[in-house]
């Protein structure tokens, strides 16, 4: 039974190492390290410096989105989880959606809504609060000019009935 414990405890291990790239080193790994251990970005973006910046989102089950940036000399130079109050502080109104997507990855698309008596497109992303409660991050576009008009984050709803948690 321990060697199984222990090849589970391993293997588990290296999933969460690739999950978030922590095992990864700035200044060392490289593009294809990267890919190697955290699989292909959803998003990429090159820019005129030669730097490169990924985006890992890890939803829509799961809580986070990773940004990986390597420097014009191919290196890892930092990856952060840009699902928090700290990343979220940088959605500014009159922002573009492909600002956003910088910022802060991509939302999970399949809970994109539009109301068109607002012409207002909603953008959602799931991640944990500052008290590590499973919430929502919302972005409010104005449609027809592609441009932040808000944002918001709202705790997620515990499942009330039996079992659940909710009142």
């Not at 890890?58 to 840009?82: E, H, K």
Request: glycine share 10%; net charge neutral.
């Amino acid at each position: 039974m321990k060697p199984f414990l222990a090849l589970f405890s391993s293997v588990l291990l290296a999933a969460c190492a690739s999950y978030s790239g922590s095992a990864l080193r700035p200044g060392e790994a490289r593009l294809e390290d990267v890919q190697t251990s955290m699989g292909t970005p959803a998003m990429r973006w090159q820019d005129a410096d030669g730097s490169i910046q990924l985006a890992y989102p890890r939803g829509p089950a799961g809580f986070d989105t990773y940004m990986v940036r390597l420097g014009s000399d191919g290196r890892l130079q930092s990856i952060a989880n840009v699902l928090d109050s700290a990343g979220f502080a940088h959605i500014r109104p009159g922002m573009t959606t492909e600002e956003v997507l910088r910022v802060i990855g991509p939302p999970d698309y399949s809970r994109t809504v539009y109301f068109k008596a607002r012409d207002e497109l909603v953008w959602d992303w799931r991640f944990r609060n500052d008290f590590a409660e499973p919430s929502r991050f919302f972005v409010l576009f104005d449609n027809t000019s592609g441009t932040v008009r808000t944002a918001m984050t709202q705790v997620e709803m515990r499942p009330s009935g039996p079992g659940g948690h909710g009142s």
